[in-house]
């Protein structure tokens, strides 16, 4: 049973313009969420996180918002670069453990 | 300050064998997370060590096991290899201390092709 879901397997967009990637969850128990970028022939590394108390958090140009009534949540790039160009997972966290969606490729086209 | 490295890179092994894979812990963590990661999905959560001793299990049969040494670096074995573990195995480690303990960091990983 997927718990963390990325229903769309693939984004394209053209540099400069704002990518939204997103993604759902089942668990209410879930009370940290965080995305991850993963490059071919690397592990994943951390981007930004968002706790359940918080609706919105900010880095640079990379903003995590979180509709726990949705069990939604979504990354904004802004400007995408063509170096954002990646698979994006996003995790949910309970306790120890930690749940992935199955990521989303992203291509931002030069 | 090193990050997390795993060994091997690659490994092929036939069914029903046993396999051991390595990972060296991201400098001043102390725990380690592991993940097996199938084709085309997310990666799982395998189990969590934390001081020498298992903190936490995911939905994987006792075959899958592992060790943390004192030096934070720690083992995932599998035993009676099923083609189905053929996959990438990736170690996480963080630091179990305030809001650090929810980022983790990751190793390159394992490809395990069992045949």
């Known amino acids: 049973d997927q718990q963390v879901k990325q229903n769309s397997p693939s984004l394209s967009v053209q540099e400069g313009r704002i990518s939204i990637l997103n993604c759902d969850y089942t668990?209410?128990?879930?009370?940290?969420f965080l995305w991850y970028k993963k490059y071919p022939a690397e592990g994943p590394t951390f981007l930004i996180s968002?706790?359940?108390?918080?609706d919105k958090n900010e880095d640079g140009r990379f903003t995590v918002f979180l509709n726990k009534s949705a069990k939604h949540l979504s990354l904004h790039i802004v400007p995408s670069q063509p170096g954002d160009s990646a698979v994006y997972f996003c995790?949910?966290?309970?306790?120890?453990?930690?749940?992935f969606g199955t990521g989303t490729s992203l291509t931002v086209i030069p | 300050e090193t990050g997390v490295t795993q060994s091997p890179t690659h490994l092929i092994k036939t069914r029903g064998q046993q396999v051991t894979l390595r990972c060296s812990s991201q400098?001043?963590?102390?725990?380690v997370s592991w993940y097996q990661q199938a084709l085309g999905q997310g990666p799982q959560f395998i189990f969590q060590?934390?001081?020498?001793?298992?903190?936490g299990r995911g939905n994987f049969p006792p075959r899958f096991s592992g060790l943390q040494f004192p030096n934070y670096s720690s083992e995932l074995n599998v035993n009676a290899l099923e083609l189905d573990d053929s996959a990438l195995y990736l170690c996480?480690?963080?630091?179990?201390?305030?809001?650090?303990?929810?980022?983790?960091?990751f190793g390159p990983g394992t490809r395990l092709l069992v045949l």
């Open positions: 996480a480690s963080s630091l179990r201390q305030g809001a650090s303990r929810k980022t983790q960091y």
């Open positions: 995790a949910a966290n309970t306790g120890n453990q930690f749940y």
């Open positions: 060590y934390y001081r020498e001793e298992e903190n």
């Open positions: 668990n209410s128990m879930f009370d940290y």
């Open positions: 400098s001043g963590h102390n725990t």
């Open positions: 968002i706790s359940s108390i918080k």
